[in-house]
């Protein structure tokens, strides 16, 4: 069976909060809905669509129950950049957006150079560099 992880979806709350959080991040946003009563937002993030949900229609798609109140606990959105200076100017960047950083940037045990944030409904991003890393043509 032929597969590929495309889309990563976060269910969020503030719709235009974490959409506005996103674009001055600076992902490139690649569609979003014009129906107020859908909105949805696609950032293309390299080979994988980050895409954005109000939580209580992912809650209906999905037919899974979601808390309006829950947040992200335990998951990690890894994103590389091309260098170390790129991980402490993301961070900074997310810190001037409401971003609590969790995490300054250092050097794990594995290689490379990484921070951490949470963006302004807590989902976790680690924002990383590393030597060995190749980015797809």
């Not at 495309?6 to 946003?29: C, H, M, N, P």
């Not at 979601?66 to 335990?74: F, H, T």
């Not at 170390?84 to 995490?103: C, F, G, P, Q, Y």
């Amino acid at each position: 069976m032929k597969s590929s992880l495309s889309y990563i979806t976060l269910g969020v709350t503030d719709f235009a909060l974490i959409q506005r959080f996103y674009k001055e991040l600076g992902f490139s946003l690649y569609k979003q809905s014009t129906d107020a009563d859908h909105p949805f937002a696609f950032f293309k993030v390299g080979s994988v669509m980050l895409a954005l949900y109000p939580k209580n229609l992912l809650a209906k798609q999905s037919g899974c129950i979601i808390n309006e109140d829950a947040v992200n606990q335990s998951l990690s959105l890894s994103l590389n950049v091309e260098s170390r200076a790129n991980v402490d100017k993301l961070l900074a960047l997310a810190k001037t957006l409401s971003a609590e950083i969790t995490r300054e940037p250092f050097e794990p045990a594995w290689g490379g150079y990484c921070g951490y944030f949470k963006d302004p409904e807590k989902n976790l991003w680690e924002i990383v560099w590393h030597e060995d890393f190749e980015f797809q043509k």
